[in-house]
Nanobody, 126 residues
Framework: QVQLVESGGGWEQAGGSLRLSCAAS????????MGWFRQAPGKEREFVAA????????EYLDSVKGRFTISRDNPGNTVYLQMRALKPEDTAVYYC???????????????????WGRGTQVTVSS
């Protein structure tokens, strides 16, 4: 079992930047594939980015490629989402997720993730 706590959300103008952090409990963080998802009002939760266990593989939603960067600090039990050139359509609650141990490569499918944080709100104004 792992507990995830997101932070770093807030309000930003279009074109601005935010960095989200997700702190994980326990001593097995390096065994988890990690992902970021988001859910806008009235919409389903969608994949944003994922990173493999060894941080050498990443996946991104097409609309955030070139603007968002996912990274991880295994000794520090933290995964990050650096968001640049923010757009109003990036407004959503952002969730951190972990896939149970035993996998290496990042995946986009929401059902593959086993542990979830409570989310952090990101609001981008035009």
């Amino acid at each position: 079992q792992v507990q995830l706590v997101e932070s770093g959300g807030g309000w930003e103008q279009a074109g601005g930047s935010l960095r989200l952090s997700c702190a994980a409990s326990g001593r097995t963080f390096s065994t988890y594939v990690m992902g970021w998802f988001r859910q806008a009002p009235g919409k389903e939760r969608e994949f944003v980015a994922a990173i493999g266990r060894h941080a050498d593989s990443t996946e991104y939603l097409d609309s955030v490629k070139g603007r968002f960067t996912i990274s991880r600090d295994n000794p520090g039990n933290t995964v990050y989402l650096q968001m640049r050139a923010l757009k109003p359509e990036d407004t959503a609650v952002y969730y951190c997720a972990a896939r149970r141990a035993g996998f290496v490569m990042p995946v986009q499918e929401i059902q593959e993730y086993d542990y979830w944080g409570r989310g952090t709100q990101v609001t981008v104004s035009s």
